[in-house]
């Protein structure tokens, strides 16, 4: 098959390379770069606790896969790096729904807390679950391991090329425009992040439930140093924050609708979240030395929308990453595939079924 991807961030080069073993695939992207917007602004943590019981399941079977890449890549992608999540006095009710929901995790005491991260202030904590299947991610280097796959297997990648328009034909094959040209495909696979909709109202097919949040992140010069410790998580998902010798990246775990565009941060979003990391620890952050923000693109019900639209069989949805787009990129990429190569195995079928977009079939 003629095959276009639309998107060069981490969903839409993992899937083309994929697919890219089968079939003739062109990436079209509309930034002068790939992985520009979200796949460039992430936190870059793999965490086996985080989110729903599908997402534990593909960020769980990716880890397989990140083994085969990093030898295709020749350096490591998952560094080690532990999560800790911590309830305060008044939310120990939630301890057991929350270690129930997370396998991963377990409960460390005070002292333990203590010695991986000092610089908390103890008074403030009521329980600490650790999770320790976490890694920090070379989100570049697998985004690149990707675009090597890809481009050995005969992939091309058409830069600054934005789709204006997609116009089907009866037999389901379909012409692609951007400004300055025309493609013809047998299949389109969306894989535009937080355009997802604007995609489908292009190529005239029904959108989803898509859902943009804009999330900030900031670094700041520490005036002590200390060991790398681990993502320290103000639970559910109140803040946070990990230190790195004498530097500590940190987020208000902020979740501002937005529309598709190139986020920024916001100062009162930076603000908000270094106040409340200064009350929780003694780290006593200062001044700000860089910021950013992204848009962490969810479903109504938090599971990525993976599979052909409702209305129209040559359009395949590969949309809604929301917050975990990098950890769970090698098994979903290669689900989606396999769903498009009628490959699926009995194993994969119902986590399959659960992520086709036609659940959200009846929406407006
Ligand atoms: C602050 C923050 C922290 C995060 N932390 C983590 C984390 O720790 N771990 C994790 O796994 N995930 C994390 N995420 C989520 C992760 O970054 C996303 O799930 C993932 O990057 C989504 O990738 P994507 O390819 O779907 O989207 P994008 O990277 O946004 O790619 C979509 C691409 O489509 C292109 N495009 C759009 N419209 C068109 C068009 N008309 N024509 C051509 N191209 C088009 C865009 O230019 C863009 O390059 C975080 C996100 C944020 C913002």
Known sequence: MNIIVIGGGIAGISIAAELSRDHAVTLLEMEKQLAHHTTGRSAALYLGSYGNSNIQTLTRESFDIYTELCNEYGYPLLTPRGMVQILDHQ???????TLAKHPTMEIISIDELREIAPYIRHELVGAVLHDQSGYDIDVAGLH??????????????????????????????????TPHLTFHADLIVNASGAWGNIIAERAQCATIPLMPLRRTIFTSKLSQSYEPGPMVLRHPEEFYFRVDRGTVLGSPADETPSIPCDAQPEEIDVAMAIEAINEFTTLNIRSVESTWAGLRTFTSDKSPAMGCNSDQSHFFWF?????????????????????????INTADASLALQLSPQRFSTHP
Do not use: W
Request: charged share 20%.
């Open 91 to 97: 939310q120990l009710h939630e301890l057991d729904e």
């Open 144 to 177: 690149q391991t990707y675009v090597r796959r890809f481009t050995s297997n005969g992939g091309v990648i058409e830069k600054s090329n934005e789709v204006t328009k997609i116009t089907f034909n009866s037999n389901g094959t379909s012409e692609v425009r």
């Open 319 to 343: 949309c809604g990453q929301g917050g975990y787009g990098i950890q769970m990129a090698p098994k979903l990429a290669s689900l989606a595939a396999d769903v498009i190569n009628n490959k």
